[in-house]
């Protein structure tokens, strides 16, 4: 399906901006800050792309995670998402030293116990390491202007 048609099919129109957007988020695995995102097009102003995101979120398109510093993230919904309540049960990985975030697709949420009387709506579980490619650069001792070409 193109991304115009699953745009729309979530209700909304499929304007350049949007598109723009929404390829680059399903062609990634990651889950992009805002800062990221700005950096990424800067032809859309910020108060655009934080209405695309807003918008792809309550649609049920990307869903919004948390790093470790406390910002949002955004990636893409590889299911049917209902809409603003998402049905992901996958976990998220935050690089300490590159600061990238993964959304983990294929790596579920464990199964936790919650004590009698809860009721689990919905639960975001991240981890935090160092990604692949920064472990690669380690191991290999890679002088830090390597390191930073990968992160760009
Ligand atoms: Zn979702
Ligand atoms: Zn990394
Ligand atoms: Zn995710």
Do not use: W
């Amino acid at each position: 399906m193109d991304i115009v048609q699953q745009i729309r099919d979530k209700g909304l129109k499929a304007t350049p901006a949007r598109q723009l957007v929404y390829a680059e988020l399903t062609r990634s695995h990651m889950a992009y800050s805002h800062a990221e995102l700005e950096a990424l097009f800067l032809d859309i102003d910020r108060v655009t792309l934080y209405r695309i995101l807003k918008d792809f979120e309550d649609a049920g398109l990307v869903h919004k995670v948390f790093d470790t510093q406390g910002s949002t993230r955004f990636a893409i919904c590889h299911h049917t998402c209902p809409g603003k309540h998402h049905a992901e049960n996958h976990v998220h990985f935050n690089c300490n030293d590159c600061g990238r975030m993964f959304c983990l697709q294929a790596v579920q949420t464990p199964e936790i116990n919650i004590p009698g009387g809860f009721r689990v709506a919905g639960m975001h579980t991240l981890i935090y390491g160092s990604c692949e490619k920064c472990n690669q650069l380690t191991d290999k001792n890679e002088p830090t202007d390597k390191i930073q070409e990968v992160i760009v």
